[in-house]
């Protein structure tokens, strides 16, 4: 018989069910989206940052959300371009690291143990130091097994990922009702999720 889920996956999977997505897809895109990011981050931290003007800088923002709705809607198989371009357009922006750092703190943000999925992300993927580290030594510096580590690893990659369509899906609504870009659909997930296990059986 599985394993049954812990409270807090069952909690970021009803999250992902509300904004459409199972959270399955959620985890398959977001994982190599924090791999890439790690490792291309790691490699631009020898090179300067680009400098952009604040019209350069609004002009990107909503290029790459438009990359990023993409990314996440159309069948994973279908998508592999995208990806690295969103992490190529990125990776190198001064206002991306603002942007992680939120989303960051409203990972910290959640229920008991946000603040372990938090520090899981930030030395996994996020270290913005340039400090990288092996998981073996982030799990056994945190006291944790290895088995609990990669468990949480993968809830915080789901919240993540929901925070951030949550997130980039909002401010696209913003910029629309400001009048700052055109009125148009966002575009819905391509799944079928009739076929997922119940949240209550997970």
């Known amino acids: 018989m599985p394993k049954r889920k812990s409270k807090d996956y069952v909690e970021v999977a009803k999250m992902c069910r509300a904004e459409g997505f199972s959270e ?15 490792d291309k981050n790691y490699e631009a931290t020898k090179d300067a940052q680009v400098p952009q003007t604040e019209e350069e800088i609004t002009q990107d923002k909503h290029n790459d959300r438009d990359i990023f709705f993409e990314v996440l809607t159309k069948p994973i198989d279908q998508t592999e371009k995208e990806r690295d371009m969103l992490i190529d357009n990125i990776i190198k922006k001064p206002w991306f690291r603002g942007k992680v750092e939120m989303i960051l703190d409203e990972v910290g943000n959640f229920r ?26 982030i799990y056994t510096d945190m006291g944790i097994s290895s088995s609990t580590f990669y468990d949480r690893l993968e809830i915080a990659i789901i919240l993540l990922g929901v925070l ?32 997922l296990t119940p949240l209550d059986e997970l």
């Not at 399955?24 to 790690?38: A, I």
């Not at 009048?179 to 819905?188: A, S, V």
């Open 164 to 195: 951030m369509w949550k997130y980039v899906k909002r401010r696209q609504y913003e910029d629309m009702a400001k009048g700052i870009i055109p009125y148009k659909e966002i575009p819905k997930n391509e799944e079928d999720l009739n076929d």
């Open 24 to 38: 399955g897809k959620v985890f398959e895109l977001c994982k190599p989206l924090c791999e890439d990011f790690g």
């Open 112 to 137: 008991v143990l946000g603040p372990n999925y938090k520090e899981i992300l930030s030395r996994c993927y996020f270290y913005f130091d340039g400090k990288k580290e092996k998981q073996i030594d």
